[in-house]
């Protein structure tokens, strides 16, 4: 059973899942075209961080960041690399969408990868409904960059 809790940057796990995460954006991605938060990014005060767990095990993690009063935007979703294929991005995922409906969000979006590696988020993100949009917020346009959207 997957337990979501608000929190966990303190947990080794979590700090370890955090470098495997930069390393996997930086491995597909030029450097000037990742945007992930790192561990003080994720603490700002505009960030709701979650990890998620199965008793003492790590599964995976998400965020979101406050934009503005209606727009959030989905950060750091990772999923433990032995936990893929498990369920465990979906239920970080709508975990994150209920909360941004609750704080009375009316849009969240996102940034991600274009390359192959990225195709499994591609993949959740579509089954979730949201669809190709402009850059927001502070990105510009970039090869290497895919901006997803959707209404709440």
């Given at each position: ?25 930086l491995a597909n991605s ?56 498990k369920g465990v991005g ?63």
């Open positions: 059973m997957i337990t979501i809790r608000e929190g966990g940057l303190d947990a080794p796990q979590v700090q370890d899942l955090l470098r495997l995460h930069a390393s996997g954006m030029p450097a000037e075209s990742c945007h992930f938060l790192d561990l003080s990014g994720l603490q700002a005060a505009d960030v709701t961080f979650w990890s998620a767990w199965e008793g003492e095990d790590l599964l995976g993690m998400g965020a979101l960041k406050q934009l503005d009063a209606t727009h959030g935007e989905v950060k750091s979703m990772r999923t433990v690399p032995a936990q893929l294929g979906a239920a970080v995922l709508e975990h994150i969408l209920a909360t941004a409906r609750a704080r009375g969000l009316t849009r969240l979006s996102l940034e991600t990868g274009t390359g192959s590696a990225f195709a499994p988020a591609h993949r959740l993100y579509q089954r979730y409904g949201f669809v190709p949009c402009a850059p927001f917020g502070s990105y510009a346009e970039d090869p290497h960059s895919r901006f997803l959207t959707r209404t709440l």
